[in-house]
C-alpha cells in the first residue's frame, strides 16, 4: 500500500493549491497509509502555520479516520487520543497521541514535564 507525507495530507484538507489536490486525490484514489508522525505534524502544521482551532483539527482527524482512500496506523491508538484531545485539547494532539502509544505499548508511565499531561492516569511529571 502507499503512504502520504505530511505535505500531501495537508493539501488534501486544506485544499489550497487545486493542482496539487488533485495530484493528491489521484496518489490516494487506490489506497494509502497514515503513520502516527505523518499525522501529528498534519495536526502541528494545521495549527500552527493554517491556525486551525482544536474544533476543526478533531474534523480533520475525524475525516481522515473516516476516508475510504486512507488507512491510519493503529485506528485503535489514534481514536482515544483523539477523545482525550476532543476533551482537552489543550493538552495538543501530540500528547494525546503519545501516550496512548505508550499505552498499548505497555510501557507506563509517561515521563513528562507538562502539569495538564500529567494528570491523566499514565502519565507521570517529572
Known sequence: ??????NLLVRLIVR???????AAEEF?????WISHLVLAETIWVLD??????AAQ?????????N???LSMQEA???EPALARFRARPALGFADCLAL??????????????????????GAQRV
Open 28 to 32: 490516494v484514489a487506490g489506497g494509502a
Open 100 to 121: 496512548e502509544i505508550a499505552r498499548k505499548a505497555g510501557h507506563f508511565p509517561l515521563g513528562t514535564f507538562d502539569r495538564s499531561l500529567s494528570k491523566l492516569e
Open 1 to 6: 500500500m502507499r503512504t502520504v507525507d505530511t
Open 48 to 53: 500552527a502555520v493554517h491556525e486551525r482551532s
Open 67 to 69: 476516508h475510504a482512500q
Open 76 to 78: 485503535d491508538v489514534v
Open 16 to 22: 489550497d493549491d487545486l493542482k496539487q489536490v488533485d
Open 57 to 65: 483539527l478533531v474534523a480533520a482527524i475525524e475525516m481522515l479516520l
